[in-house]
């Protein structure tokens, strides 16, 4: 079951009260260069990211990161390290989010005025713990950074906030090992009802973040907990979004796209199912409507899978059964199975609407 969180809202999206997953993303670009920065955001947007964010190294990215928002698509949090400068200034520029350690700003007043002004605005804050830059106070202690010693970290940025009265707050804990943020979190959701936005991070490349966000991301979407998201993947950001969304699909908490259903083959399969499989699901990559689609290689478990489908295909030999809402439509031959299907998808998609 969810576990219940207070409820922040960073622009148009609710996070943490009921409310469902979110999936976001961090722009790769220089923030300075705003025509890069802003067609990311808009790819993102196109793929389904529900938040962005961006790194502010400057000044000069922190008043680039005004005028993106003003053309974003999307809530823009801004990401901030050190500098209490750059956080006044992106909020006056009107970012939706700030990502800020109070602890890591220096004197108390610095942060005060940053608090402030996040304040007046109603701009929420995500302490960002990383295992990686953990205080050197809490490693002397802990020996280690672990799942405790970044709890801790978190809990004293939460108090900074607190004591300044202010509880617009998200928290995130992330390490690239699966097992310890797994543990992280799920500690630090015994002790506060704070917001989590959930994440591996420096999880690898595509193939090995993707399998060390399913099971990490998997393990605490399961088990209630996480209630915004970012996987991270050392590619285009646009795939961190595709992975966010299968993640949460496979759990059954989002529907958006397609759900893709295709057998392994096997001796049985007498078409080129994988040549099909992978060409029908790069081309539905962009339909936003929740279908299921299933391509299967045989009439052992094809026109079951298929028939289940919105839309499937069964193959024989040569040739296959295209079925929609477990109907047959008709035959076709091997050649024509990608793109009868896809049509049928499409014609569908367009019928359903986004989910
Ligand atoms: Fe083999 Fe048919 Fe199952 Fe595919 S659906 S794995 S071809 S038995």
Redesign the pocket.
């Known amino acids: 079951m969810k576990k219940t969180t207070r409820q922040i809202q960073i622009g148009n999206v609710k996070i943490g009260g009921g409310a469902p997953c979110s999936v976001q993303s961090m722009c790769s670009t220089d923030t300075r260069d705003e025509i890069a920065t802003l067609a990311q955001v808009r790819a993102l947007a196109d793929a389904g990211c529900e938040l962005v964010r961006c790194a502010v190294l400057d000044m000069d990215a922190a008043v680039a990161l005004g005028r993106i928002k003003a053309q974003s698509p999307l809530p823009v949090i801004a990401d901030i390290h050190f500098d209490y400068k750059l956080a006044l200034k992106v909020l006056e520029g009107g970012i939706d989010g700030l990502r800020l350690n109070p602890g890591n700003i220096g004197e108390r007043w610095k942060v005060a005025e940053v608090v402030k002004a996040a304040k007046e605005r109603l701009v929420p804050i995500r302490i960002g713990v990383n295992a990686g830059s953990l205080e050197k106070e809490l490693l002397a202690a802990y020996g280690h950074p672990t799942a405790e010693a970044m709890v801790a970290s978190a809990l004293g940025h939460v108090r900074i906030l607190e004591e300044l009265g202010y509880d617009q707050i998200k928290i995130s804990l992330k390490a690239s090992d699966v097992v310890k943020t797994v543990e992280a979190y799920r500690l630090l959701s015994q002790k506060v009802d704070y917001p989590l936005h959930i994440g591996i991070t420096e999880a690898g490349t595509i193939f090995s973040g993707t399998i060390k966000s399913a099971v990490g991301l998997g393990i605490l979407l399961a088990d209630g907990i996480g209630d915004t998201m970012r996987v991270s993947l050392t590619g285009d950001p646009v795939d961190e979004i595709r992975v966010g969304f299968e993640i949460l699909k496979a759990l059954g908490l989002r529907q958006r796209g397609i759900n893709f259903v295709s057998?392994?083959?096997?001796g049985?399969?007498q078409i080129d199912l994988i040549g099909v499989a992978n060409e029908v699901e790069a081309r539905l990559k962009s339909v936003d409507a929740p279908l299921t689609v299933a391509v299967?290689?045989?009439v052992?478990?094809?026109p079951g899978e298929a028939r289940e489908a919105d839309v499937g295909i069964a193959g024989g030999r040569g040739e296959g059964l295209l079925f929609r809402h477990g109907e047959v439509v008709r035959k076709v031959k091997e050649v024509e199975m990608a793109d009868a299907l896809v049509a049928l998808v499409e014609e569908m998609a367009k019928d359903r609407g986004p989910g």
Do not use: I, K
Not at 263 to 266: G, I, S, Y
């Open positions: 057998c392994p083959t096997c049985r399969c299967m290689g045989c052992v478990n094809g």
